[in-house]
């Protein structure tokens, strides 16, 4: 056991550890710093893409004679963004009241006549006809306007079929015809 004690205690010196050189000093920029204006502005190219849209498609076609969109601003339901040059639409509907006033004037000078065998019930039941289809047509008329939320307009054009032959509502039932 001696020997191993000598052996630890041995009078050895070691050699100190060689001094590593000190690293070079970095270089380095410096700036000072001072209050200046910075620009938040982002130039750049591309397309800008809204993130809803709208397609607006007219029923009927022609020269817009009025504009009122407003643009970026919201509009409400109802609003009157565009009106179409609608003379020929009117002139239509004149024509079409025209041709009652004279289908019914002749339907009632034909039943004078055929109460007195002046004429044949053919020629009557024809001009009856023509009625009835004048007053279909202000019944599909009035249910479109009603449909389109033109609900007085289309109730006058309803009245005024309704008020040639008072079946039609029935009748335009019974077809599966309803506003």
Known sequence: MIVIFLAGCSDKKKDPPAKAKPAPAPVVDVIIAKPTRVSNIVEANGTVLANESVELHPESTGKLIY??????????KGTVLAQVNDADLRAQISKSQVQLDLAQKTLDRLKQLLDVNGVNQADYDAALSKVHD??????????AKQRKGLKEEGAADIAAAVKIDEKL??????????S
């Open 134 to 143: 004048i007053a279909w047509s202000l019944y599909g008329r009035g249910l």
């Open 67 to 76: 504009l009122n969109i407003p643009e970026g601003r919201h509009v409400t």
């Open 169 to 178: 509502p029935a009748r335009a039932k019974k077809l599966g015809i309803t």
